[in-house]
């Protein structure tokens, strides 16, 4: 199983981006999905996550700017990012803490590669 992050790039102040992550591989379900970063110097945080019930939970920091959204069938999680500032250039990461690969048979904490974010004018 992969996760495959991508939609990363440079952005002005005030712009938009939308990172996608799928998953691949033998998976028979994934519950939670969500988006960490790492800026330079910083330790990784938690952007935004949500259920494959749809519910969803977001740092303060992005609320209201981000929308993070998933489609269950193809196994991938995405991440709307809006009115971005420079203080949200980093490293964005996909992440899933559990994968169901079979009915019995589960693997935990996937990450995905990265993908940079960088805001500047």
């Known amino acids: 199983v992969q996760l495959q992050a991508s939609g990363g790039g440079l952005v002005q102040p005030g712009g938009s981006l939308r990172l996608s992550c799928a998953a691949s591989g033998t998976i028979f379900s994934i519950d939670v999905m969500g988006w960490y970063r790492q800026a330079p110097g910083k330790q990784r945080e938690l952007v935004a996550g949500i259920t494959s019930a749809g519910d969803t939970n977001y740092a303060g920091s992005v609320k209201g700017r981000f929308t993070i959204s998933r489609d269950n069938a193809k196994n991938t999680v995405y991440l709307q990012m809006n009115s971005l500032k420079p203080e949200d250039t980093a490293v964005y990461y996909c992440?899933?803490?559990?994968?169901?690969?079979?009915?019995?048979?589960?693997?935990?904490?996937?990450w995905g590669q990265g993908t940079q974010v960088t805001v500047s004018s």
């Open positions: 992440n899933a803490p559990v994968i169901r690969l079979t009915v019995i048979k589960y693997e935990y904490d996937y």
